[in-house]
């Protein structure tokens, strides 16, 4: 029998049963516990809900790597074509980790109502573009099939200009658009209104055939011709956290190679593109670590107060245990056991608090959130098993480490100490 464990369960169940300091010695400890997984677990899952949520908001816009003209890329203000064959495609889908590839293109307009107009850009989109991020994010309507052979005059914009030009699903809209010195009509229907509370790409961007748009640039777009010229190619790739490496596979395979009109191509991740936004959530990490570091001090402190607490009510005890022969390393053993015990007990009641929590926040969004300020609606909440588990274990390993030094103080306690003050 392990005689350290079987008397630290028995002075574990005496303070929950007896009426002495212990009883809340052992509560405040494992209160202390309690709450600082709950608030790390809660952390850790609202740091990486939105993260990620915000990550995939703008990949939905501009995907994990561009491949476009590099006159394009290295000027905001000028937009060459590059000729987007299918063998052009089919190179770049061949590129280990790359999942699709899908063509677009760019051009900048005006839409025009009867009271008022409003300057934004239309992304072009065919067949073989991915549109799972916009049609999940529609609120009104249905994501019309666009087409990059014809134009279907269907448009999807934003509920940011569905606002400002007071349009609705079905509304009719003429878009005019600069080129060669020309103004270039179009009448559009809205087909579809979404939101995705992005402001600097609500405000900016409306979807509509690839066709119109690369022929409004004055550009070819025709299989059959040869030529399918287009702003570019945006790929995806099957593991974000692998975007650097397919970038460079990308960069050995594309960079600086010519198509077939001479264009040369380039390449750029969605984190050159817009460094700002992954700047801003890569500093969302040092407020994680932040929060994890005071909560387990926390835990410690409320830890190593309640066992000292525990181990003065028990000096007689731990006197009389020496006195019948019993060594320091028992009299420590027996009182790590205990700590492990409440530490134990606090993690569980932690996990209850705080899985719960994010489980209601994930299925009721009860703590809602300004959209213009944080760019979601309600708190988003990604519950990461591995990471929950990896809490734990760092919570126990570092409370049982922390507990070793008041351990110690059971183990100079002496005997006849005790005895007189009997």
Same mark, same amino acid.
């Given at each position: 029998?392990?005689? $350290? ?60 790597? +561009? ?13 060459? $074509? ?31 109502? !009867?009271? !008022? ?7 072009? /989109? ?21 087409? #990059? ?11 940011? /200009? *569905?606002?400002?030009?007071? @349009? ?21 229907? +809205? ?24 022929? @409004? ?6 299989? *059959? ?15 974000? !956290? ?32 817009? $460094? ?9 990490? @040092? ?64 996990? /209850? ?7 209601? #926040?994930?299925?009721?969004?009860? +703590? ?34 922390? @507990? ?19």
């Amino acid at each position: 029998m392990n005689l $350290p464990f079987y008397i630290a369960r028995h002075l574990y169940a005496a303070g929950d049963n007896s009426h002495k300091v212990s009883k809340p010695a052992i509560r405040i400890a494992m209160l202390g516990i309690a709450l600082g997984v709950a608030v790390m677990i809660i952390s850790v899952s609202v740091v990486l809900g939105f993260k990620h949520t915000i990550r995939d908001k703008v990949v939905g816009f501009g995907s994990h790597i +561009v491949v476009a003209n590099y006159m394009t890329l290295q000027t905001a203000d000028q937009t060459q $074509p590059i000729n987007a064959t299918d063998s052009v495609v089919e190179v770049l889908k061949g590129i280990k980790g790359v999942r699709h590839v899908g063509r677009y293109s760019h051009k900048q307009g005006v839409l025009k109502t !009867d009271k !008022d107009f409003l300057g934004v850009i239309f992304k072009g /989109i065919g067949e073989d573009f991915d549109t799972t991020f916009v049609a999940s994010s529609i609120v009104q309507g249905a994501m019309p099939s666009l087409s #990059q052979s014809k134009n279907t005059r269907k448009m999807v914009v934003s509920k940011a /200009i *569905a606002q400002k030009l007071h @349009l609705k699903v079905g509304s009719k809209v003429y878009a005019y658009f600069l080129g060669d010195g020309d103004v270039k009509t179009r009448l559009f229907e +809205v087909a579809a209104i979404y939101q995705t509370n992005l402001t600097k790409y609500d405000d900016a961007y409306c979807f509509v055939d690839l066709y119109t748009v690369s022929r @409004l640039n004055g550009w070819t777009c025709d299989k *059959a011709e040869g030529k399918v010229e287009v702003t570019g190619c945006e790929l995806l790739v099957n593991d974000f !956290d692998s975007i650097d490496v397919v970038e460079d596979r990308i960069i050995d395979h594309v960079n600086k190679t010519l198509d077939d009109e001479g264009h040369t191509l380039s390449s750029l991740t969605i984190k050159e593109m817009s $460094p700002q936004i992954f700047s801003w959530l890569d500093l969302l990490d @040092l407020n994680v670590w932040i929060i994890l570091a005071l909560m387990v001090c926390v835990a410690g402190v409320t830890m190593i107060s309640g066992l000292l607490i525990i181990i003065l009510e028990r000096t007689s005890m731990i006197g009389l245990m020496k006195a019948m022969g019993a060594r320091n390393t028992l009299i420590r053993k027996t009182f790590r056991w205990l700590a492990l015990f409440i530490v134990l007990k606090g993690i569980v009641i932690g996990n /209850i608090i705080g899985i719960g929590l994010c489980l209601l #926040q994930q299925h009721t969004g009860i +703590v809602k959130l300004d959209a213009e300020t944080y760019y979601v609606a309600e708190a988003p909440i990604e519950l990461s098993w591995t990471v929950i588990l990896l809490l734990n274990v760092a919570t126990l390993i570092i409370s049982i480490v922390a @507990l070793v030094l008041p351990s110690f103080f059971a183990s100079m306690v002496k005997p006849a100490q005790t005895m007189r003050v009997e």
